[in-house]
């Protein structure tokens, strides 16, 4: 049996490490078992680069029991928890690999509700539609609108935790997958009920009781800003990639993204309101706020004070802010067809024990698979290979971010672990 795993791992800590047991624990006794991670690439879903690069991430989750780790590329893995989810299951619908899909949830018994209200989202329910169009002119935010629409269908409180989320848009894109590829396939679910603080949480150590010492990511990654030691919260697996060969922490750290920031000013004075109109998710005039935005500001906390409206929430800025210094416009994502999903799939890493799953893939995937880039990329379809490109050049950029990153994206081997 193979489990499918949608996930970030920035980094593999001993919460990932509890949900990979608890998913295996939950498949068949067999040698054959497998679990394989779609992880989000150098930039992750809280629109900002990852703290650990992908290949480091990718050597954590081989090395603490992953069996493959796939990419997803950046335009999924940074965009709303619907396209986040979208792009995962996607890739692992299209890899045909998989026999189960795994994830965290706040509470096990959250699931029902959960499909019941998938099912009223894909196909949208002519009662919901009538019902987010009241909450909508009220006015309330989508979120808000959403939420008490399919309250008041399902006739109980929906679950709202980040996780929560996370599944109902996976439920909901597996629903519009069967639909349009007219495939059900079949998969079996795994939810795992999440153990310590919460997935946004940020909580000190000295709250966290146990001998486990479950910690959010979000504090490890707190801690790591803060040049704490991290190490009693992650995993063996993950202890020796925390430093290069050459002595130096894996991790961004608070120069980095001074870097990142300084790169989004410099896009931000050299691209006009024209262009900044076509930037993905940029409506409603705020390329206008953004052009007349004083620059430099003094970090980029400050800068989304400046530009902060009642309109655009944190989330959805961070977002565009994103997609500004990245140059992801809704005119490229037209061009690559992106509401279709990803057009290939990119292997970062397999355990060396699970090395058949290589060839295995290649021949059940329906989307091309990229093991070698170097030698691949000029075979590529279009509109993959464009995207592939894109995403090298945005590699480039964060590899200038630290000098413990890989420079060069097509020199890196395969990791086998």
């Given at each position: 049996m193979k489990a499918g795993i949608i996930c970030e791992y920035d980094p593999f800590h001993k919460g990932h490490d509890y949900h990979l047991a608890?998913?295996?624990?939950?498949?068949?006794?067999?040698?054959?078992?497998?679990?394989?991670?779609?992880?989000?690439?150098?930039?992750?879903?809280?629109?900002?680069?990852?703290?650990?690069?992908?290949?480091?991430?990718?050597?954590?989750a081989l090395s603490s029991g992953v069996s493959m780790v796939l990419e997803l590329p950046t335009l999924y893995a940074a965009a709303t928890a619907e396209w986040f989810a979208f792009g995962g299951v996607s890739l692992l619908y299209h890899s045909h690999m998989i026999d189960a899909l795994s994830f965290g949830m706040e509470d096990e018994s959250h699931l029902p509700v959960l499909k019941r209200a998938s099912s009223l989202l894909f196909p949208e329910d002519p009662a919901y539609q009538t019902l987010l169009r009241r909450y909508l002119s009220e006015p309330l935010p989508f979120a808000q609108a959403r939420q008490r629409a399919?309250?008041?269908?399902?006739?109980?409180?929906?679950?709202?935790?980040?996780?929560?989320?996370?599944?109902?848009?996976?439920?909901?894109?597996?629903?519009r997958l069967e639909e349009e590829e007219n495939t059900d396939p079949g998969w079996k679910l795994i939810p795992v009920t999440r153990k310590g603080s919460g997935h946004d949480q940020d909580v000190s150590p000295a709250e966290v009781s146990g001998?486990?010492?479950?910690?959010?990511?979000?504090?490890?990654?707190?801690?790591?800003?803060?040049?704490?030691?991290?190490?009693?919260?992650l995993p063996h697996g993950s202890l020796p990639y925390l430093r290069d060969k050459k002595g130096r922490s894996t991790a961004?750290?608070?120069?980095?993204?001074?870097?990142?920031?300084?790169?989004?000013?410099?896009?931000?004075?050299?691209?006009?309101?024209?262009?900044?109109?076509?930037?993905?998710?940029?409506?409603?005039?705020?390329?206008?706020?953004?052009?007349?935005?004083?620059?430099?500001?003094?970090?980029?906390?400050?800068?989304?004070?400046?530009?902060?409206?009642?309109?655009y929430p944190t989330s959805r800025l961070n977002r565009i802010l994103l997609n500004i210094t990245l140059g992801i416009s809704r005119s490229f994502k037209n061009e690559y067809d992106f509401a279709k999903g990803p057009s290939y799939i990119r292997v970062l890493g397999v355990r060396?024990?699970?090395?058949?799953?290589?060839?295995?893939?290649?021949?059940?995937?329906?989307?091309?698979?990229?093991?070698?880039?170097?030698?691949?990329?000029?075979?590529?379809?279009?509109?993959?290979?464009?995207?592939?490109?894109?995403?090298?050049?945005?590699?480039?950029?964060?590899?200038?971010?630290?000098?413990?990153?890989?420079?060069?994206?097509?020199?890196?081997p395969l990791l086998i672990v």
């Open positions: 608890k998913t295996l624990q939950a498949m068949p006794s067999c040698s054959q078992n497998a679990v394989i991670a779609v992880m989000s690439g150098n930039y992750v879903q809280r629109a900002q680069p990852a703290m650990w690069d992908k290949f480091t991430r990718t050597r954590m399919l309250e008041d269908l399902l006739g109980q409180a929906l679950p709202t935790g980040p996780n929560d989320v996370l599944v109902l848009e996976y439920l909901k894109a597996i629903r001998p486990d010492r479950f910690l959010s990511a979000r504090s490890v990654r707190r801690l790591s800003l803060e040049g704490q030691d991290i190490s009693p919260y961004l750290d608070k120069a980095s993204y001074e870097r990142f920031y300084a790169y989004l000013i410099d896009q931000l004075a050299r691209i006009d309101a024209a262009k900044l109109s076509d930037i993905d998710e940029v409506a409603e005039g705020l390329e206008n706020r953004l052009i007349s935005a004083p620059l430099p500001t003094p970090s980029y906390s400050k800068f989304l004070d400046l530009i902060k409206t009642k309109r060396k024990d699970q090395l058949p799953l290589l060839s295995e893939l290649t021949h059940k995937a329906d989307l091309p698979v990229i093991i070698n880039p170097a030698r691949q990329m000029k075979d590529l379809p279009d509109p993959a290979r464009d995207l592939f490109r894109r995403e090298l050049t945005w590699s480039r950029i964060y590899a200038s971010l630290s000098p413990a990153v890989c420079q060069n994206e097509l020199s890196e």
